[in-house]
């Protein structure tokens, strides 16, 4: 985790389950998830998906982003929370 003026940042492994039967969040570890979401792929839906779950997961002011793998399913997602 790094700080930046009021924000604190993460980085987490999401490896993404699209076209589930239904969405849904398992932690792996503390930094890793599993992500499965009911939307498809193609023109990112699954990607939209993916970030909303987050933040309604984190319940807070989070800025978060996919800063690798967005045509893949194992990504990488930059989370920094303001306080």
């Known amino acids: 985790m790094k ?5 604190k940042s993460f980085l987490w ?10 969405d849904a ?10 992500v499965s979401v ?3 792929t193609k023109g990112g839906e699954a990607n939209r998906r993916v970030l909303e779950l987050l933040r309604r ?12 793998g967005h045509h893949s ?3 990488i997602v930059s989370v920094q929370v303001r306080e």
């Open 38 to 40: 009911d939307a498809h």
């Open 3 to 7: 700080e930046k003026g009021n924000k």
């Open 73 to 75: 399913p194992s990504k």
């Open 13 to 22: 492994k999401v490896r993404v389950k699209a076209s589930a039967r239904r």
């Open 25 to 34: 969040i398992v932690q792996k570890t503390k930094d890793s998830f599993v």
């Open 57 to 68: 997961h984190l319940g807070a002011d989070v800025d978060i982003r996919i800063v690798h």
